[in-house]
């Protein structure tokens, strides 16, 4: 296959639920749109949670069965993930764009179908991000974090749990791969008094201390990742 030559940069977050991915995500994203000025438009952020949300309000069987797994606080099939994030890249991105990838891919097979849209687009060397939290810690903030979905403490469970055996699975595959992938674990609990703070304040600390350590000497931009 003759790949196109691809000088942007694509990072991929992972963690436990409620690990602080998605906003650092988001500090990244405007991270990079600040430094990136050569181009209009460029990070783009794959994040299938809205695409989600519109595939499960349809009124079909498929979204049925979908609604159903949700309320059990199951983990969603792979082909359906890579159907929300594909439909997203072919729609949405147009090549001269950083990605920034929050929370996908969650399963082993997820994970080797994203490999070959990384290397179909001709991304040399993907940074894969870890955010490590305990299971405690993050049973503590999706309590305090007060979303529908977080005030179960079986759901809670159950997702944390598919974490530990369907998410490290995909994590371990990149980890595995670093002649490929860059990749990097970080603390996402450091700095970070729970008790002492509202959600709110905890994200934003803890996000803003781990988003700090790609400005570190040691992740600088223009030596690491660009």
């Not at 079909?60 to 969603?76: E, F, P, V």
């Amino acid at each position: 296959m003759n790949q196109p030559e691809n000088k942007f940069q694509a990072f991929i977050l992972m963690g436990r639920s409620a690990s602080g991915k998605g906003t650092q995500a988001v500090l990244l994203r405007d991270f990079l749109k600040q430094r990136e000025t050569s181009t209009p438009d460029p990070v783009l952020y794959i994040e299938t949670g809205a695409n989600f949300r519109e595939y499960i309000k349809a009124d079909n069987y498929s979204s049925g069965i979908s609604r159903q797994i949700m309320t059990d606080s199951g983990l969603q099939p792979a082909f359906l993930a890579n159907w929300l994030w594909a439909d997203l890249l072919i729609k949405n991105y147009r090549g001269e764009q950083h990605w920034v990838v929050d929370g996908t891919p969650r399963t082993l097979a997820e994970a080797l179908t994203f490999d070959s849209a990384l290397k179909f687009y001709g991304f040399k060397r993907p940074t894969v991000v870890l955010l490590d939290i305990p299971n405690d810690i993050a049973h503590d903030r999706l309590l305090k974090r007060g979303r529908f979905d977080d005030l179960q403490h079986e759901g809670n469970e159950k997702r944390l749990a598919w974490f530990e055996t369907e998410v490290m699975l995909a994590v371990d595959l990149f980890r595995q791969h670093q002649e490929y992938y860059r990749f990097v674990t970080l603390d996402g609990t450091a700095g970070i008094e729970v008790s002492d703070n509202s959600p709110h304040e905890i994200f934003r600390n803890s996000n803003f201390q781990v988003h700090d350590r790609f400005k570190e000497d040691r992740f600088t931009a223009s030596q690491t990742f660009f």
